[in-house]
């Protein structure tokens, strides 16, 4: 790792380049808090570990896979290594913001490992919290106060939990039970989005995209926790949208193709048959 930014007003940065900086099986590789001047960038590069960033003040873009997310005091983005990252000062703003960089050596939670593990370009809203504990790390990392290491152990989990919690944590407190196990708030999210878009063209990508996932993490977890694929989840759930649609008979047959995404009548007919064993028009007439 070398240094990328250019017209820093400040830095403060502590860069484990050695590896010797562990906390028990979390790695840490950099934290620290900078300033860019107005207009002031870091260069593109491929992260080579995990990375917070959260902003103190200012504006300007936070940017991951050339996807560019204009970001304000209080916004946290969360990168996982190998993604191509950025930021962008606002021309009539200085970016101020800390930054806390990481990695796991097969920690205990494989949640935590395999969500942060996940994170194209999470982007959330501190709740006050996470500041306050990124803040307090980044002070003891600046400083050599008495029984620091205990502090930063605390700090980092603390930080890590936090922000897992407020990206999983997006509906409110009730959650239904499919099985004898939670479904997860992230899954739940996503038969939420599924359900209140289900008129539109649903795609594995497309919902990876959504809540910043790989499509492959997203078809695990799902089929994990709901014992069916994505796709077969959209499909069944379009099909009872559309035999609603039908018994209403609000709409015409080619209205309810183009509502469910289809790319003709006839998929839409040979779709709907395998669900139910009908065709439209024997459903209507049933």
């Not at 504006?59 to 969360?78: F, M, S, T, Y």
């Not at 806390?100 to 920690?107: C, I, K, W």
Request: glycine share 4%; net charge positive; proline share 1%.
């Amino acid at each position: 790792m070398y240094d990328l930014y250019s017209d820093k007003l400040f830095e403060f940065t502590n860069m484990f380049t050695d590896s010797t900086e562990q906390i028990k099986n979390i790695r840490i590789v950099q934290i620290g808090e900078t300033c860019l001047d107005k207009g002031a960038s870091i260069e593109e590069h491929i992260q080579v570990c995990h990375e917070i960033t959260l902003v103190v003040s200012g504006k300007g873009e936070l940017v991951a896979d050339q996807e560019k997310n204009e970001c304000h005091a209080g916004d946290i983005q969360i990168v996982s290594k190998g993604i191509k990252h950025s930021i962008v000062s606002d021309n009539d703003s200085r970016l101020r913001y800390i930054h806390f960089a990481f990695d796991f050596n097969e920690y205990s939670s494989r949640v935590l490992q395999e969500f942060y593990g996940q994170c194209k370009n999470v982007l959330l809203q501190d709740d006050g919290n996470i500041s306050r504990i990124l803040n307090m790390l980044v002070n003891e990392y600046a400083s050599s106060a008495d029984f620091t290491d205990i502090m930063k152990e605390s700090l980092v989990k603390a930080a890590l939990v936090l922000i897992w919690r407020r990206v999983n944590s997006k509906t409110s407190a009730y959650r239904p039970i499919i099985s004898d196990k939670p479904i997860g708030s992230t899954v739940y999210n996503i038969i939420k989005y599924i359900d209140n878009n289900i008129n539109e063209k649903l795609t594995v990508s497309r919902i990876a995209k959504k809540f910043s996932y790989s499509d492959e993490y997203i078809s695990r977890l799902f089929k994990k926790k709901t014992g069916v694929s994505v796709k077969k989840y959209i499909s069944a759930t379009k099909m009872k949208y559309a035999q609603s649609l039908l018994a209403e008979k609000k709409c015409s047959l080619n209205e309810i193709t183009e509502l469910m995404g289809y790319s003709s009548l006839q998929a839409f007919c040979k779709a709907f048959k395998k669900y139910t064993g009908y065709t439209p028009g024997q459903f209507i007439k049933k």
